[in-house]
């Protein structure tokens, strides 16, 4: 006799252990892949995950087997010509000696290149491995005005609303049946006699019997469809929830200096932020303000490919952003990141100007501000400017330069890298 | 046949438990009606992500943690998605009950193929061969596995899993030297394994004590000089390294254990994987074309089975790009069907080849050929001049002192002794493994040990020798030497750890 059983339903993912040790024991492999994807791979491609490549010989398990060499015979099926006493030219491969096949099994998986694939998730957790979010204990210290319902449990008073009518209906069938079972039973031994006597033709018996089961029925009935015992109510609980939504302000440049080629280094660094936030935060905005002589704020297609030219106001698009701020995003319920990017022209009179702001009415309400210069020349009066910012404002402002593609994940990686809490 | 008249069990392809549960009985009924002896059958049926774990996990239904089972599910996972390759239809693990996987998404023809193949097949291959009777023991696998993975675990909780890991490493590259060949195991019991585990360990913590290592160590010089250590060399590497590695803690010890047990459970089927497919496919075959014949399956269930059952006795030519060496399903399919033939309808030169079985009860003459032989053996004793010719197989000789690959012998008269002993000894393990023993400890001095490789006709140790021979020191722990010979000639030494060349130098000399 045989059991059959159905394990359809059991646990999914057994490897999941096996291949989480596989994954953290060729880290630096797959880093070296992820890090190398970011910089290569076309700017819109992020959101799936990543072919990780590593070579046989670091993944081999070794053993000790044969070589080649030495003497060996192998008997192949599917002769065609050879007789007894043939001499055969020996080839590199195919040929009955060149590829002994017998071997090759043996030998195991031999030098091939170790391919698989990474999901999205794990993708992003090994690009995003050491990072953290700079100052989120700041805003934790602040203290946070908001506050979230979450469902937990049942309990037998609340108010109306509340009311949960699955619960409540299934603990009226219970009390139900707790307490007309006895009477049931009365019911059901009643009726069949009243049954037996009605074949019989006993007449008087059968008019008790229909009393009495009348008198159980009507016990039966009395007992109340809903009590108010049974009544059950959703629990919430409040809970202090962490500021969960973040803003980000991208910031850029778009005066004729900034070819295509610098904006395209400058979404991908805001990709990356794009993305890194998305996983700290439920929910992650994105305000596009570019900027000229005078700042505008625009929708993702506007900000990368329209084409501006004319000169160069820095403070217009921080004003902006200042402004828009103060009318959509109240600091007590939005962590605001800021990152701009430019290829470090300004009108020199402006960049003390931009200095001012960001000391005095940015700094103060973002988490962060990253500034980042697309450019191989050297730097101007804004770099200048803003390095006093970065001096006097260390944990909130940053800037670096980028001078080629390559340099993207290293600088992103360089500016959210964990730092001690000193 | 006789009774033609019954209506087939099921018509359409789905799958229903009730179905399955039909199949087993009949094709139960009817194996038993064959003889066959079966452990109790366990069918699973599970999903195909399912599958590719238990494929990861190299069939063992509780396996303890390791990277390399989540580097072969990687692998089996990418191939799998890009439809490289498809999924075995059944995985079947060697225990009582015997447990057989079953694939949600196969259609009930494959279901019932599966069932007779791997419940009937595997099952009673299992239970009769000698090899799987005496290495094996089947009550008490899956108690000693889960055994296994506890304690494995709870090493990685105690010392931290790369420690575990890296034991786990070297013992995996010595796992096909895990085995005594010539002696007879004791069977495993998880119970007995715990109990004296435990025992080990507190007769390791009543002994402990301090003061002996304040004594002078002077004890050793009793020991006399002619005394080599081992007195005979040792092939069963693991068991050598768990009973006489000076520095391993006990919990090393217990994993080396482990890996030697489980290698010992695997041991029979690197041994029979022609015979244990072949006597599968066989019954399969048998099984369901009876159902047939008793009109219990539809002509459209049986063009299903034959479409499956033909692909995979495939067996490409040498000179085919998918040729891949023999196909064991089909080597073992066409011996066990071969020698049902002779059986029925021997002719002349079966009467001459096989004078005892040719005209003899084929129900008696197979299971006998299942019992007694290892793939080797079974080759060598079994391999008709039939199968020969329709495989047309030929052997050659590839020697690198020689200029050219000579052909041996052919499918011809004077060629099939030859083709068979030379097919059966590349069955032979010593042929497929080399052969490397324990010779020497340097008891006395450094503690060295020297490994020997008795080169079988002259072939070298791969590349990978090594690496593994790092693995071989982490275990135990002192310097270690291969040398690889030839007609007792050193021909090449390998160290570990390696000599500055100097030394080596002066040691070849």
Known sequence: ?422 | MSNRQRSPLCDGSDWTFELIETFDQEIGRIAESFGLDTYRNQIEVIRSDQMMDAYASIGMPVGYNHWSFGKQFVEVDRNYQRGVMGLAYEIVINSDPCISYLMEENSMTMQALVIAHACYGHNSFFKGNYLFRTWTDATAIIDYLLFAKKYIASCEERHGVTEVEEVLDSCHALMNYGVDRYKRPYPISAEQEKRRQAERAEYVQRNLNDLWRTLPQAQSIHCDDENVFPEEPQENLLYFIEKNAPLLEPWQREIVRIVRKVAQYFYPQRQTQVMNEGWATFWHYTLLNQLYDEGLVTDGFMLEFLSSHSAVLIQPGFDHPGYNGMNPYALGFAIYSDLKRICQSPTDEDREWFPDIAGADWLTVLPAAMRDFKDESFIQQFLSPKVMRDFRLFGILDDDKEQEIEVKAIHDYCGYRQVRELLAGQYNLGDREPNIQVVRVNVEGDRSLTLEHTQHRRRPLGKTTDSVLKHFHRLWGFPVTLESTWQDEVVTRHHCPEKDSKEADKDAA
């Open chain 1, 1 to 422: 006799m045989s059991y059959i059983v159905d394990r359809r339903l059991n646990a999914k993912n057994k490897s999941t252990v096996n291949r989480r040790r596989f994954l953290d024991r060729y880290k630096k492999h797959i880093k070296r892949a992820v890090s190398d994807a970011v910089n290569n791979r076309s700017i819109t491609d992020m959101e799936r995950g990543e072919e990780v490549v590593i070579p046989g010989d670091d993944v081999s398990e070794p053993v000790f087997h044969h070589g080649s060499g030495g003497s060996r015979s192998i008997v192949h099926p599917g002769n065609k010509e050879f007789v007894k006493g043939d001499r055969i030219k020996r080839s590199d491969g195919g040929g009955p000696g060149g590829g002994g096949a017998g071997e090759a099994s043996n030998s195991g998986e031999g030098v091939d290149e170790f391919v698989f694939q990474l999901s999205h998730e794990e993708f992003l957790d090994f690009l995003f491995d050491d990072l953290a979010l700079p100052n989120l204990t700041k805003r934790a210290l602040k203290g946070n005005a908001s506050y979230k319902y979450e469902h937990a449990g049942f309990t037998t008073d609340g108010v109306p609303a509340k009311l949960s009518v699955l619960r409540s209906l299934k603990a009226s069938k219970a009390r139900r049946i707790a307490l007309t079972g006895e009477a049931r039973k009365l019911l059901k031994a009643a009726e069949a006699k009243r049954e037996e006597a009605s074949n019989q033709g006993d007449e008087v018996s059968e008019r008790r019997l229909a009393l009495e089961i009348e008198l159980l029925e009507r016990r039966i009935k009395r007992v109340p469809f809903l009590d108010t015992n049974d009544l059950r109510y959703n629990l919430h609980q409040k809970r202090p929830l962490p500021t969960s939504q973040a803003v980000m302000f991208c910031l850029m440049d778009v005066s004729g200096s900034m070819d295509q080629q610098i904006k395209d280094m400058a979404k991908r660094f805001y990709l990356l932020l794009y993305m890194f936030l998305k996983r700290h935060y439920e929910r992650t905005e994105i305000v596009f303000i570019r900027h000229h002589t005078v700042a505008k704020e625009v929708d993702e297609q506007e900000f990368f490919y329209s084409r501006e030219t004319g000169g160069t106001v820095v403070s217009s698009a921080l004003t902006l952003m200042q402004e828009i701020v103060e009318a959509r995003y109240s600091p007590n319920e939005w962590n605001i990141y800021g990152a701009q990017a430019s290829d470090g022209d300004n009108w020199n009179d402006d960049s003390p100007t931009c200095r001012k702001l960001l000391e005095e009415s940015i700094l103060p309400v973002v988490q962060y501000f990253a500034y980042v210069e697309i450019t191989k020349r050297n730097h101007q009066a804004l770099w200048q400017e803003y390095e006093q910012v970065a001096e006097s404002h260390p944990d909130t402002f940053a800037q670096r330069q980028i001078a080629e593609v390559g340099d993207i994940f290293a600088v992103f990686h360089d500016l959210f890298q964990k730092r001690d809490a000193a």
